[in-house]
């Protein structure tokens, strides 16, 4: 047993080691990196469509819904505003108090001139000689009082007035929160453009609520929006040039208000998913989204030339966008065949055919 162990073991171990290293040196000089991805290699999705692929133009049934990303955020409140000028004399209200339209919020009161007295004859000596002039008795003086009243119902916020203050008028005194919600969603220029003459028919899905929410009363803010500013290329963070070219937020030209219901349970800054009905339309003629470019009414399908079998642009106008299809009003008739896809798009899955043609 000590000579096995003494010179057989060493041996077999030897045995192993010298086949791993022979099996290592393959691997590197002999194995030519097959199946192994080397730099520099081109790599080629498997992922592939027939790019001149074929679609009849088919009647169907079509529904348009705007979706939009919203947020919550509190309404604005009205500036309580001082009407009259002068010494505030009472504060009937404080912060955080549920005030109704009318109610009474504070008083100032303003010092009144005393009326000069009618001048007396004066009053004679025995000689005849007027007598010296009393001195005037001191008036007690007068005020005259004026109370401030809330214009609306709402929440008291923001009191920054003491009694002994003096106001002038247009001072502000505090807000008044109406302590109602909405639902604010940016839409760009197009978005808008497709909600004219339109009654605006809104819901939002809210995390709180196991059905979507009707928006009563939705309207369209002109004054908000704007877009982000172009973000400075190279360098530490917040330095460098700025790069015309780089990616940035389609510019919201204004936003739709979906008021809250009240009693709905909600905080600010939540995210909110925004659905906007465009309408539907029964018996249609319609062709799937990859083969239109073009948006809001101006379009365009690609029919293939009979003769030389390459794609030729046809105009079309264009309807409703519904689910994966367009409507087609003009340009084309049912069963005619149109390209799947618009030449030249990479990938016709994506949510953009053609730069500016975004699909709802």
């Known amino acids: 047993m000590e000579t096995i162990r003494r010179y ?54 079509i529904a348009s819904v705007l979706e939009l990303a919203g947020t919550v955020r509190a309404d604005e409140g009205e500036k309580i505003v001082a009407a009259d000028a002068g010494e505030i004399n009472k504060i009937w209200v404080e912060d955080g108090d549920r005030i109704e339209e009318g109610a009474r919020v504070l008083q100032v009161r303003v010092a009144q001139e005393p009326e000069a007295p009618a001048p007396a004859a004066p ?31 709402g929440t008291v916020e923001d009191l920054g007035v003491t ?27 197009e978005q808008q453009l497709s909600l004219l003459d339109l009654e605006v028919k809104a819901t939002a899905a809210l995390p709180t609520a196991a059905e979507p929410i009707v928006c009563e009363g939705s309207s369209i803010d002109e004054k908000q929006g704007g877009g982000e500013s172009p973000r400075p290329t190279g360098g530490e963070e917040g330095m460098g040039e700025i790069d015309p070219a ?66 030729v642009r046809t105009e079309v106008v264009l309807g409703l966008r519904g689910d994966g299809i367009v409507e087609i009003a003009e340009g084309l008739e049912e069963g005619q065949e149109v390209l799947q896809f618009v030449p030249g798009v990479d990938n016709p899955e994506d949510g953009m055919y053609g730069e500016g043609m975004e699909v709802w």
């Open 8 to 61: 057989v073991f060493p041996i077999v171990w030897m045995a192993i080691f010298a086949l791993i290293a022979l099996a290592l040196g393959k691997m590197a000089f002999f194995s030519g990196g097959e199946g192994i991805a080397q730099p520099g290699d081109e790599i080629t999705p498997n992922v592939s469509f027939d790019e001149y692929a074929m679609v009849p133009a088919q009647r169907g049934d």
């Open 123 to 153: 009053e004679l000596d025995e000689n005849g000689q007027p007598l010296p002039a009393p001195e005037p008795e001191e008036q007690e003086t007068k005020y005259r009082y004026y109370t401030l009243h809330a214009k609306d119902s």
């Open 163 to 189: 009694v002994g203050q003096q106001l002038s008028v247009g001072d502000q005194v505090g807000m008044l929160s109406p302590g109602t919600y909405s639902i604010v969603a940016d839409l760009t220029p």
């Open 246 to 311: 780089a990616e940035t937020p389609a510019a919201a030209s204004a936003q739709l208000l979906c008021p809250v219901p009240d009693g709905t349970k909600i905080v600010p800054g939540l995210s909110v998913d925004v659905s906007v009905d465009l309408g539907s339309r029964t018996g249609v003629l319609t062709v799937p989204t990859t083969a239109v470019e073009g948006e809001l009414a101006d379009g365009a399908v690609y029919l293939l030339d009979p003769a030389t079998g390459e794609p």
